[in-house]
């Protein structure tokens, strides 16, 4: 490995290590001074990527559902919808949630000055009330039908199953290689009138235009 790679490698961990704090802040996480390593913060998107192209560092160590949560924080921080005068934005789970005791870590959490609300439903013509709307696995076999009630409006889809993001939705968050990545679909942002910062976009494995 070459002196260069080691150089970049170091100052991409530092800053990484940083945003991890600012990120377990954020989230209302508490980190143990009892445990050194950095596997045991909670990471948000940013600083979860640059920990996990990081030699040694890997996602995997953390629960995935866990990581995923922090990833989903930034994803709607960094993300800007053509009206956002309203006091909420409104995170929907489609059918059966992953996330499990992991979200409340996500509830009621503020950005700028909106506070994020959970909600649930099965019902596919609920959708459109929402900001935001995760896709699970489990309902990928209706993702067309899914995204016909929501494309061309101001919301954010997010998924995390192999290959999303070139059907259309607009963040996917897969597994490579054990670590969580994610992708973003630039002209499915666009059509939904959002718009991705390109803080956000320089740290995706993909970016589809």
Avoid at 54 to 62: K, M, V
Avoid at 133 to 138: A, E, H, M
Avoid at 164 to 169: I, K
């Amino acid at each position: 490995m070459s002196l260069e790679h080691d150089r970049i490698t170091k100052v991409w961990t530092m800053r990484g290590c940083m945003l991890v704090k600012q990120a377990a802040s954020a989230l209302g996480y508490r980190h143990n001074s009892n445990q050194s390593s950095l596997r045991h913060l909670p990471i948000l998107a940013l600083c979860g990527l640059l920990l996990a192209y990081s030699p040694g560092i890997q996602a995997e160590q953390q629960p995935e559902y866990r990581l995923k949560v922090a990833f989903l924080y930034n994803f709607i921080a960094y993300t800007e919808w053509p009206d956002q005068q309203n006091l909420n934005l409104n995170f929907c789970i489609y059918g059966e949630d992953p996330f499990g005791e992991h979200l409340q870590h996500l509830w009621g959490k503020k950005t700028n000055e909106q506070e994020i609300l959970i909600r649930h439903t099965h019902n596919i013509e609920d959708l459109s009330m929402y900001q935001i709307v995760f896709i699970p696995r489990s309902v990928m076999h209706d993702l067309n039908a899914i995204l016909n009630q929501l494309n061309g409006k101001p919301i954010l889809t997010i998924s995390d199953s192999p290959n999303a993001s070139l059907q259309d939705v607009v963040i996917n968050m897969p597994l490579k290689e054990g670590k969580v990545t994610f992708e973003a679909n630039i002209a499915s942002a666009k059509r939904n009138g959002l718009k991705l910062s390109s803080q956000l976009l320089r740290f995706a494995s993909e970016v589809y235009q």
